[in-house]
């Protein structure tokens, strides 16, 4: 029935494929595509064949995965809203070569329904990986994120410590691979066996939740409900600093903690060096470090406050680029430290080829003229003693393996977001990303946004606290403990790429024995 229509098929089932994901989380229907996907393969006539239903199912794949990116386009006034689908069809259409590689390279191994099922797994893992940095890289929801399970549970994304994020998507493969291969089984035995294999591997895990450890470093994490239709209003600065002041008020007196804002929690320039017109467009009297001291007396004596905010970069007293950033504050109003995003959003923070793409109409999807300029990478924020802390703005947190400075682990990972543009679907898919960046490194990672979904995650990748989208409040607790360094957080993505080569013997080995 599949060959009827395969291209038709391959599409039909690259969309259900992306129902795995999170919010709707109906991990049966991937599994059940992939398998559908591994029937057409083996049956394609030639290789064109194999890697022409590879790229149709990547585009029903991506565009319903990305859908989210359309909301995006709502939000600003430059550019038509209905623009915001043709960018994530055409977006699609990029991201569906990398199936379709997978694809393609997979049919050689068609002789044997193990050696294609093998192969397929360990392809796939390349692709990813080759995803998440070829054209600065967009890697979200691997198929990984099928393995997560409830915010409670880690599920099978337990094992990711041992395999790092994408070759944990091969063993989503490779379950899938069990279904198709219990189609084409005749033993009833076998046939049971084999389709039975991914639920228990899926499910059993969701039956345990690991136990919490007690933290020692308190903190406050402000979640201040900012719509993202008001962000960059103004006329509202000054009422967004107030909501978010109110909900950082200590709960005792001479309380050292944490306090956690959101990225773009601070309207405020809080470096000097800027012309002065900078500074008065500003909520508070066009003064950088009085706006600093008001920040301080806002989280008390022998506090620290972490928040998102924007840098400007001056050359010959001209402000020619921005930095998304986060500032470490003491209570004297004193910058501590900084860090500046290094992975920025193409069309979100930065246009390419703007000399090219600007008189044809095209903008950035963030309010401002100014691009963004990329920081040096993952560092880790020595800022004893409030701990060892690393910080991923935003987007950055989906990349496995580029989230912790080598040879410098800190304490927990602090996820600063701005999610108000990501629609309905964006915001539980960046939480889910960010829950198995947890796993992978054993780092806590505590996410504070502007509207939703802020989170405390442990390093076992349970939300230990949570508060949903568009509320404003907060969350006061003790920083988790980290595990000891996992094997991934050693070998990085060595380590996938190892599982795969491995993979692609097997698949190597069981074709030739169907050979002799």
């Not at 959101?262 to 809080?270: I, K």
């Not at 006061?476 to 795969?500: I, M």
């Amino acid at each position: 029935m599949l060959q009827r229509r395969p291209r038709l098929t391959a599409l039909a089932a690259g969309l259900v494929s992306a129902a795995g994901f999170a919010p709707l989380s109906l991990w049966p229907l991937t599994l059940a595509a992939l398998a559908a996907l591994l029937h057409l393969i083996a049956a394609a006539s030639d290789w064109k064949r194999a890697a022409l239903l590879g790229w149709l199912f990547g585009v029903g794949h991506f565009t319903f995965g990305n859908g989210w990116i359309a909301t995006a386009f709502t939000y600003q006034a430059e550019m038509p809203q209905w623009l915001g689908w043709i960018a994530v069809v055409l977006l699609a259409l990029y991201l569906a070569v990398y199936p379709a590689l997978a694809a393609l390279a997979a049919w050689f191994a068609r002789g044997r329904p193990l050696a294609l099922v093998l192969a397929f797994a360990g392809l796939w893992t390349v692709t990813e990986w080759l995803r998440s940095w070829v054209f600065t890289g967009f890697v979200w929801n691997p198929l990984a994120m099928v393995a997560l399970g409830p915010w409670a549970r880690p599920g099978l994304a337990l094992a990711a410590p041992w395999l790092g994020t994408y070759a944990l998507s091969a063993l989503v493969a490779l379950l899938a691979g069990c279904w198709w291969l219990a189609a084409t089984e005749r033993s009833l035995r076998w046939r049971t066996s084999l389709a039975a294999l991914p639920l228990a591997a899926l499910l059993l895990p969701q039956l345990h939740t690991p136990a919490a450890e007690p933290g020692r470093m308190p903190f406050t994490l402000v979640q201040p409900n900012i719509p993202q239709e008001e962000l960059t209003d103004p006329s509202k600065y000054e009422e967004h600093f107030q909501r978010a002041a109110r909900l950082s008020v200590p709960l005792r007196p001479g309380q050292r903690r944490l306090v956690l804002w959101p990225e773009s929690g601070v309207p405020d320039y809080l470096r000097p060096g800027y012309p002065q017109r900078f500074y008065d467009e500003s909520t508070f009297a066009g003064d950088p470090k009085a706006a600093r001291v008001r920040l301080g007396r806002v989280i008390g004596p022998g506090s620290l406050l972490l928040t998102g905010n924007v840098d400007l970069v001056v050359r010959g007293g001209r402000v020619v680029a921005a930095d998304n950033a986060v500032t470490a504050l003491d209570s004297d109003g004193r910058i501590r430290a900084g860090y500046v995003k290094a992975h920025l959003v193409p069309y979100g923070e930065y246009l390419p080829m703007r000399s090219l793409l600007e008189p044809l109409g095209l903008s950035r999807l963030v309010a401002g003229s100014l691009d963004f300029r990329s920081g040096p990478g993952p560092q880790t924020l020595n800022l004893a003693p409030w701990g060892r802390i690393g910080i991923q703005i935003c987007y950055e947190i989906i990349f496995s393996g580029q989230v912790v400075e080598d040879g410098d682990r800190p304490d927990f990972i602090f996820n600063p977001s701005n999610d108000g543009w990501f629609g309905r679907f964006g915001p539980p898919q960046h939480l889910a990303q960010a829950r198995l960046r947890g796993i992978e490194e054993g780092l806590p990672v505590l996410r504070a946004t502007t509207n939703g979904i802020s989170a405390v995650i442990d390093a076992d990748g349970v939300v230990r606290g949570h508060i949903g989208e568009d509320l404003a409040a907060r969350i006061d607790g003790r920083v988790p403990r980290a595990h000891s360094p996992t094997l991934f957080s050693r070998a990085g993505n060595l380590l996938p790429l190892g599982w795969a080569i491995l993979l692609l013997v097997l698949a190597a080995v069981a074709l030739r024995r169907a050979r002799r």
